[in-house]
Nanobody, 127 residues
């Protein structure tokens, strides 16, 4: 049974940092595109970052480039999103997700392209 469990959210002032973690279980961790999404009430869930570790491929939304870093520890089955220089507009519920096995090169960026999701962790950035 595939499970994704996020942790690390919280409240921080603008300019601060947070590290989100996603513990994965129930499958061979390294074979899939993994992604971080975020969502605020009333808006669509948007892709923040995605990583395909076997191919060394990563994607970042323009709004977070240079501030966020996605990484993966295969030994610990953990996906991490390091968030620096946080802004109030980064406030959202953050979710980690696993894409289907067919994704290899082009990163999946739509929520429907991911078939497993965590429960989410809230990030609040105050000005």
């Amino acid at each position: 049974q595939v499970q994704l469990v996020e942790s690390g959210g919280g409240s921080v002032q603008a300019g601060g940092s947070l590290t989100l973690s996603c513990a994965a279980s129930g499958y061979t961790y390294s074979n899939y595109y993994m992604g971080w999404f975020r969502q605020i009430p009333g808006k669509e869930r948007e892709a923040v970052a995605a990583l395909y570790n076997p191919g060394g491929l990563s994607y970042y939304a323009d709004s977070v480039k240079g501030r966020f870093t996605i990484s993966q520890d295969n030994a610990k089955n953990t996906l991490t999103l390091q968030m620096n220089s946080l802004k109030p507009e980064d406030t959202a519920m953050y979710y980690c997700a696993r894409a289907g096995l067919s994704w290899r090169v082009v990163p999946p960026l739509r929520p429907g392209q991911y078939n497993y999701w965590g429960q989410g962790t809230q990030v609040t950035v105050s000005s």
